[in-house]
């Protein structure tokens, strides 16, 4: 993991489980860490840069954000890794709405809020603007990583999912798709 020494590091979820495992290679490795949970005990455990934030608000992920900011530095790595699991699901027509409420709440308004926060940084800091190119440039390099030397287009998207709603599709369950041309990306 060349190139993460001195950089800083927000990695949500850190208290425990995938989130914790990041949060610690990724300070082994040089960066500077801040580990975000909703569990302080397991956050002080971890002995990174910890902050305490309900991210399922956008006053937690402000939080969060600009605790980060304050303690470390500007945002250059971003692990996403919080959310509600799938350990006490039910079939939907027994799912509490206010369950529904809040997992809808931390796994999805929580993550938009912080990439919301967090990617304007980034981009004003690197990618296209700092080598110099535009728009079309970047999506020309993108083209360049598929055999046809083209992106995938919408209509060839819509195909896929057009096909997998069919009865011939009955045979296909629970995959990830990627229409993706032959890219290995």
């Not at 991210?55 to 969060?64: D, E, F, K, R």
Request: overall charge negative.
């Amino acid at each position: 993991m060349a190139g993460v020494e001195g950089r800083v590091a927000l990695v949500t979820g850190a208290g425990r489980g995938i989130g914790r495992a990041v949060a610690e290679l990724l300070t082994a490795r040089g960066a500077r860490v801040m580990a975000v949970a909703r569990s302080e005990d397991e956050l002080r455990r971890l002995g990174l840069d910890y902050l305490v934030a309900d991210l399922g608000t956008a006053a937690g992920c402000s939080q969060a954000v600009e605790e980060t900011e304050r303690r470390l530095g500007a945002v250059e790595i971003f692990v996403c890794n919080h959310g509600i699991g799938s350990a006490h699901e039910k079939v939907i027509w027994e799912q509490d709405p206010q369950t529904w409420e809040e997992t809808l709440r931390v796994n999805l308004d929580g993550p938009f809020h912080l990439t919301r926060l967090i990617t304007a940084g980034m981009v004003a800091r690197a990618e296209a603007a700092r080598r110099g190119i535009g728009v079309d440039e970047v999506w020309a390099e993108r083209a360049a990583l598929y055999r046809p030397n083209r992106v995938a287009t919408p209509q060839e998207v819509a195909e896929t999912i057009a096909f997998l709603a069919t009865e011939e599709a009955s045979g296909v369950s629970g995959q990830a798709i990627r229409v993706s041309l032959g890219a290995q990306v």
